[in-house]
């Protein structure tokens, strides 16, 4: 079978579990990206099955989103807080921009390779002020290595270290910028000691191309004067407290009233 950059396909050998998209091909070799998981990956190309189409679960996972959203526009306006979205894939980067559009958040969102987040994300967060910043994109566990604390066992957890501990060197406090970090089957461990409120993942399993966006909104539509539910927050991802978990934190909206029209 003939295959293509751009192509749809799964894998026989983990009985076409994962959705991906051939993003480069090198002899026998192709790479591989997830379609709705933050994931790469490579495969010999006669371990591949071409899938001729598919439809992402962004339209069912937006509108959970808005339907969950407990706002009283009838009396009360609200400011939403801001989210910087720093993502090392422009694919993903789209597709949670369009879901900050949809929940009607105000988000700045870059196309940024994970090695260069950590020297780039100071004057990143002097430029956009954010009350929250998301840094994601790709990474993977190599559970061959078979060391989980190792962190040369793992793509690009080390450049999300290296992001979070610059950005939480700009801001100190946890309550003033809100962190979220991580990727496909991350460190979350060493990502919470480096400073972030959120991270990926609990179970080194791999999260949904929009969980790093569910999270920032979320934060950005709740009351700066309240905590957040954080099972609840949590919950709303694809894979819950295996694959995203955090600290306890406050929202970032302001509430107001009356409302005008």
Same mark, same amino acid.
């Given at each position: 079978?003939?295959?293509?950059?751009?192509?749809?396909?799964?894998?026989?050998?983990?009985?076409?579990?994962?959705? *991906?998209?051939?993003?480069?091909? +090198?002899?026998?070799?192709?790479?591989?990206?997830?379609?709705?998981?933050?994931?790469?990956?490579?495969?010999?190309?006669?371990?591949?099955?071409?899938?001729?189409?598919?439809?992402? +679960?962004?339209?069912?996972?937006?509108?959970?989103?808005?339907?969950?959203?407990?706002?009283?526009?009838?009396?009360?306006?609200?400011?939403?807080?801001?989210?910087?979205?720093?993502?090392?894939?422009?694919?993903?980067? +789209?597709?949670?921009?369009?879901?900050?559009?949809?929940?009607?958040?105000?988000?700045?969102?870059?196309?940024?390779?994970?090695?260069?987040?950590?020297?780039?994300?100071?004057?990143?967060?002097?430029?956009?002020?954010?009350?929250?910043?998301?840094?994601?994109?790709?990474?993977?566990?190599?559970?061959?290595?078979?060391?989980?604390?190792?962190?040369?066992?793992?793509?690009?957890?080390?450049? *999300?270290?290296?992001?979070?501990?610059?950005?939480?060197?700009?801001?100190?406090?946890?309550?003033?910028?809100?962190?979220?970090?991580?990727?496909?089957?991350?460190?979350?461990? +060493?990502?919470?000691?480096?400073?972030?409120? *959120?991270?990926?993942?609990?179970?080194?399993?791999?999260?949904?191309?929009?969980?790093?966006?569910?999270?920032?909104?979320?934060?950005?539509?709740?009351?700066?004067?309240?905590?957040?539910?954080?099972?609840?927050?949590?919950?709303?991802?694809?894979?819950?407290?295996?694959?995203?978990?955090?600290?306890?934190?406050?929202?970032?909206?302001?509430?107001?009233?009356?409302?005008?029209?």
């Amino acid at each position: 079978m003939n295959f293509r950059i751009g192509d749809l396909v799964t894998r026989i050998s983990h009985k076409h579990d994962i959705l *991906f998209k051939i993003v480069s091909i +090198e002899g026998n070799t192709v790479f591989l990206k997830g379609v709705d998981l933050r994931l790469v990956a490579d495969s010999d190309i006669d371990d591949l099955v071409k899938v001729d189409e598919h439809v992402t +679960e962004d339209a069912l996972i937006i509108e959970k989103n808005v339907r969950d959203l407990n706002i009283d526009r009838s009396q009360y306006f609200y400011l939403p807080g801001k989210i910087l979205h720093i993502d090392g894939d422009n694919d993903y980067l +789209e597709r949670c921009m369009k879901f900050y559009e949809d929940m009607r958040v105000k988000a700045n969102g870059i196309s940024l390779s994970e090695i260069d987040m950590g020297s780039k994300i100071t004057s990143l967060l002097k430029e956009f002020e954010p009350d929250i910043v998301v840094i994601t994109g790709h990474d993977a566990y190599y559970s061959k290595k078979n060391d989980i604390s190792d962190l040369n066992n793992y793509q690009n957890t080390s450049n *999300f270290i290296d992001a979070v501990k610059m950005a939480r060197k700009y801001e100190k406090s946890h309550d003033k910028l809100i962190i979220i970090a991580g990727a496909c089957q991350s460190n979350y461990e +060493e990502l919470i000691r480096a400073g972030a409120n *959120f991270a990926s993942s609990p179970k080194r399993i791999n999260i949904h191309a929009l969980d790093p966006a569910i999270i920032a909104s979320s934060i950005a539509l709740s009351d700066r004067n309240k905590s957040i539910d954080l099972i609840h927050l949590i919950d709303r991802t694809k894979y819950g407290k295996d694959g995203i978990g955090g600290i306890i934190t406050n929202g970032t909206m302001y509430v107001g009233y009356p409302r005008w029209h």
